[in-house]
């Protein structure tokens, strides 16, 4: 038996019927473009969040988690925006999204344990949701793991989850991963339609690493920030006369940014133009496997949301500076900013040098020890046992 069974076991008193799990993520380039309709190409991360679950009869849901060290009750006829606080709205919000959708689904006994770091910025909070959707999915007999249509909109009841109940705006990236993303591939998520492309990526084969450094720097009154960028990128857009800034042509950004006033609207706007155009220019390296180049769009990227978005911190900027020092073909923040991760494409030669380069400059600095770790492509969510 799984740990996660032994412990659902002992907190329910009875075996899981089954267990399922979900991913994290890293993005690995395409930030805050996907409330823009624009493109991100991330991988599912090998670190997972496992749910063991049994179904009830009744509309109860009895929730626990081994990082929360606790166990919640919650009707589900009680679950809607704003209802109820804290963790156990992502796992209770993806009931109440599914029954929303007119999905036949009861309540649930849930135990769930991660090996996400949880507010990382590697989304901890859509593998937990993408877990225990699973787990419904099945366990109600949904159908909604078969194909990725089916997948897609799981991961839509996912998003309301987190933004309608959680009450944490979220653009749609993260839960698409953990759902469609296949191991050895990363995922081209175009946010306007939501189609989807697997993009073959194996870094190994071809001599390198991608290193995360979770900066453990967790910037408080941030609050806000992420909504901001939302409204700007909306004001821009209305006043270039477009649905959204994936409208705007690459081939026309000078011209576009000429007839924005605000020179903030006119700095958040080249970022995301440039930022999508550099999502197609990474498929096509990744494609051709030029890892330089590849590389190239990682630094730029970087520059591009710490100078012209304002999303990144001093831990993000050393880790990346840090890690380019030491060999990296190159480095970004990933996630929505101030704090959470970054990713280095590293040479497996470098990859030591890297890692013990961005731990230097932390405690150089005073500040506490990053956490880093080489990933891989992992499998999407699904039933282990
Ligand atoms: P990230 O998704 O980058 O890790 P978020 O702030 O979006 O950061 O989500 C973190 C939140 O998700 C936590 O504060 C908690 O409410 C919830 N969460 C994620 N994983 C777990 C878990 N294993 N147990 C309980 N809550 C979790
Ligand atoms: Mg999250």
């Given at each position: 038996m799984t740990s996660v069974a032994g412990t659902h076991r002992d907190v329910f008193g009875s075996a899981p019927e089954g267990v399922w799990s979900a991913p994290g993520r890293v993005n690995l380039i395409g930030e805050h473009t996907d409330y823009n309709g624009g493109l991100a190409l991330p991988i599912a991360l090998p670190q997972r969040t496992t749910a063991a679950c049994s179904a009830r009869t009744d509309d109860l849901l009895r929730l626990h988690s081994v990082q929360a060290g606790e166990t919640v009750e919650v009707p589900l006829g009680d679950v809607g925006p704003g209802s109820p606080e804290g963790w156990t709205a992502y796992v209770a919000g993806v009931l109440w999204a599914l029954r929303e959708d007119g999905l036949p689904v009861r309540g649930l006994d849930v135990t769930v344990d991660s090996e996400v770091p949880v507010g990382a910025g590697l989304s901890s909070s859509a593998a937990l949701e993408c877990a225990v959707g699973a787990a419904a999915s099945d366990l109600f007999g949904?159908?909604?793991?078969?194909d990725d249509p089916a997948r897609a909109r799981l991961a839509e009841a996912c998003v309301r989850a987190e933004n309608d109940v959680a009450g944490a705006a979220t653009g749609g990236m993260d839960q698409s991963a953990a759902l469609l993303c296949r191991e050895g591939e990363a995922l081209l998520l175009d946010c306007r339609d939501g189609a989807t492309e697997h993009i073959p990526f194996d870094l190994s084969a071809a001599g390198h690493v991608l290193l995360v450094t979770d900066t453990r720097a967790a910037h408080e009154l941030t609050d806000g920030q992420y909504e901001q960028r939302r409204r700007a990128c909306e004001r821009a857009a209305s006043a270039l006369g477009v649905g959204t800034l994936r409208e705007v042509d690459p081939d026309g950004l000078d011209a576009a940014l000429a007839r924005l006033e605000d020179d903030e609207l006119r700095r958040r706007t080249r970022h995301v133009v440039t930022e999508i155009a550099r999502v197609e220019q990474a498929v096509a390296a990744l494609r051709g496997g030029e890892l330089d180049e590849v590389g190239r769009l990682f630094r730029a990227s970087h520059v591009s949301l710490r100078d012209?978005?304002?999303?990144?911190?001093a831990e993000l900027d050393v880790s990346v500076e840090a890690a380019v020092g030491a060999g990296a073909l190159g480095a970004r923040m990933t996630g929505g900013g101030f704090g959470g991760s970054s990713i280095a494409l590293v040479p497996e030669g470098s990859a030591e040098a890297a890692e013990r380069a961005v731990r230097e400059a932390f405690a150089e600095r005073g500040w506490s020890a990053p956490s880093c770790f080489a990933v891989t492509a992992g499998p999407p969510a699904r039933r282990d046992a």
């Open positions: 949904l159908g909604l793991l078969g012209d978005y304002e999303v990144s911190c």
